[in-house]
């Protein structure tokens, strides 16, 4: 490699960007045949970001700039040498020599230049370039993930009205692509301010991708190994659309106290502002109660899965951890909301709550006993389905069961003789007893 970088200094920047692209693909593609593990060492990180993103091998000299017409150009560049590459892993590999962070100060850079590749993918769907995103998702750190979406979600949700059609299309040509992008956003949205509740854009399209097909959220959970690095993003955006749908009636009913507040501030009609937050929430209340229903549906069907890769009451996808910060969320909001008396929105998250938890923990997702949910629900104001939830009867295992070594067994196993999972709409909660699961509208 040291011989490649004498011959690229002699060009200009795009020529030598261009030229290392074409050395990279020669290096990996004779390399990926003859040596396992990572094959990016310290030479190649060097060169990618000398000769890519400028930054000169001496530190202390100033870097370069592109100018916007360049760097368009070496977008350009780089799009076409990944529509042309054939071979997966060599596209992937050269996408992590590109992208890959490595802790120094370079990685604003690749950071920046990845926002814009994945953005004009987008846009001129380069479905390569989405795979290798995807999959740049699932092995990076999360903080890298959300800075990531954050991009997108502000080139197509907020900047230009009516971009976000292009970005929904891509679900035809992604869908792996679009299910971590769900588990990113609703990482970086959590609703715990009003200045993280999604877009309506970005909310209406979540909505219609997971109604549509609820298996896309299961996509890369399907697809890969069930160990994650901490830190990374989730298997499954599960946790986070779970948290939209239960947390959302009282985020929403929060928003709209501090809108009303601002508005009487700043001497708009209440009244005008009242009809048009009512409209607003017919609307939302449709859409929040549509992806709890995708939700509910993906989750009863999660046990089949589970159990056909070995890991039904091994591998938690539904974290104990998230659920406990949830419910302090939900305890917290109720009580600062008290003096509005929001009854209605507390009740239904209360109830939405309960669902989520029942069907997870029947279908394996949350791995818990009912008195860690006893420990963490006893703050939160009384609700009978969630009451039925935490005291309702179980049905014992016997005593002289032994269970296969790893295995943690659910709080509500059905009795002996029913099946551990249908495919229809009716889960056994007791038995004889048909207890449906509908979602609370």
């Known amino acids: 490699m040291s011989d490649i970088r004498h011959s690229l200094l002699r060009r200009d920047a795009l020529s030598a960007s261009k030229e290392l692209l074409y050395h990279l693909d020669i290096f990996f593609s004779s390399q990926l045949q003859n040596v396992p593990g990572s094959l990016v060492d310290k030479g190649t990180v060097e060169l990618v970001e000398e000769f890519i993103f400028q930054l000169p091998k001496d530190r202390k000299t100033q870097p370069k700039r592109l100018s916007s017409l360049q760097e368009l150009q070496l977008l350009e560049i780089m799009c076409s040498y990944f529509q042309e590459q054939n071979k997966e892993a060599v596209r992937q590999i050269i996408f992590s020599a590109l992208f890959g962070p490595h802790g120094n100060k370079a990685d604003e850079n690749r950071l920046a230049m990845l926002g814009k590749l994945v953005s004009m993918a987008i846009a001129i769907c380069r479905v390569p370039i989405l795979e290798c ?3 740049w998702m699932q092995r990076t750190h999360a903080v890298f993930c959300v800075r990531l979406v954050k991009v997108l979600v502000e080139d197509y949700c907020i ?73 990374f993003l989730e298997l499954t955006p599960l946790p986070g659309l779970i948290r939209w749908c239960v947390l959302a009636p009282l985020a929403y009913k929060r928003n709209r106290k501090t809108s009303l507040a601002q508005s009487s501030m700043n001497g708009h009609s209440n009244k005008i502002c009242k009809d048009f937050e009512n409209d607003t929430d017919k609307d939302m209340q449709i859409l929040y109660s549509k992806l709890h229903l995708s939700v509910l549906q993906v989750l009863m069907i999660l046990q089949g899965h589970l159990t056909e890769k070995n890991l039904y009451g091994r591998l938690e996808l539904v974290i104990f951890n998230h659920v406990e910060r949830l419910v302090g969320d939900i305890s917290k909001l109720t009580k600062d909301l008290n003096p509005s008396n929001p009854v209605k929105e507390a009740e239904l998250t209360l109830d939405r709550l309960a669902q989520a938890l029942q069907v997870s923990i029947a279908s394996g997702a949350l791995l818990c006993t009912r008195d860690d949910l006893r420990s963490i629900c006893s703050a939160l104001p009384h609700n009978n389905l969630l009451q039925l939830v935490l005291t309702g009867p179980v049905q014992q295992q016997p005593q002289h069961t032994a269970l296969p070594p790893g295995f943690y067994p659910h709080i509500h196993a059905p009795p002996t003789g029913y099946p551990m999972y249908s495919t229809h709409p009716v889960q056994t909660y007791m038995p004889n007893v048909a207890f449906s699961y509908r979602p609370i509208r």
């Open 133 to 135: 995103a995807a999959l």
């Open 159 to 231: 900047l230009v009205p009516g971009s976000v059609q292009t970005l929904k299309q891509i679900v035809h040509a992604s869908p792996r692509f679009c299910c971590q992008f769900i588990t990113a956003v609703t990482t970086l949205y959590d609703l715990s301010t009003d200045d993280l509740i999604p877009p309506r854009d970005l909310l209406e399209m979540v909505v219609s991708w997971v109604f549509d097909d609820p298996r896309l959220i299961l996509i890369t959970f399907l697809n890969s190994s069930a160990n994650l690095p901490l830190g």
